[in-house]
């Protein structure tokens, strides 16, 4: 049951995200690293990844579907986690600390509980309730 829980609230978490980043693209334009090419488009086809993978964690026909949303949205976060690193150093370069540590620790550490969210929700994996065999 914490699963089906967990999967919706993390579905509409990443469609809200989703939906954000496409309604307006703005705040996250201005944390994406400067190498990187075609940033309107990369931010518009990242709101669209995290819509459709929100729809494929919560759709009740496709166990397969389910897994393939929990690994993209998985790979997503793994994808993005250099533009978060980026927001951190330029607001910790700023004189005023911009959105400061109590904002920019916990996101760092809730990154990788993130990923591995998406994948427990997703039916990837279960671990860490997952029995070891004995032999």
């Avoid at 309604?23 to 709101?47: K, Q, R, Y």
């Avoid at 397969?64 to 927001?87: D, E, Q, S």
Wanted: neutral net charge.
């Amino acid at each position: 049951m914490i699963r089906g829980i967990l999967r919706w609230a993390l579905a509409i978490f990443y469609a809200a995200a989703g939906y954000a980043h496409i309604a307006n693209p703005e705040p996250f334009l201005s944390i994406m690293p400067g190498a990187i090419p075609a940033a309107e488009a990369i931010v518009f086809l990242t709101g669209v990844a995290e819509i459709l993978g929100a729809i494929a964690l919560v759709q009740p026909w496709s166990d397969n579907m389910r897994k393939a949303g929990g690994i993209g949205l998985a790979l997503y976060a793994v994808c993005v986690f250099p533009a978060n690193i980026n927001h951190f150093v330029m607001d910790m370069a700023r004189e005023d600390a911009g959105l400061g540590l109590s904002y920019h620790l916990p996101r760092m550490v809730a990154q990788p509980v993130i990923i591995w969210l998406a994948l427990w929700v997703g039916g990837v994996t279960d671990w860490p309730r997952r029995r070891r065999s004995s032999d």
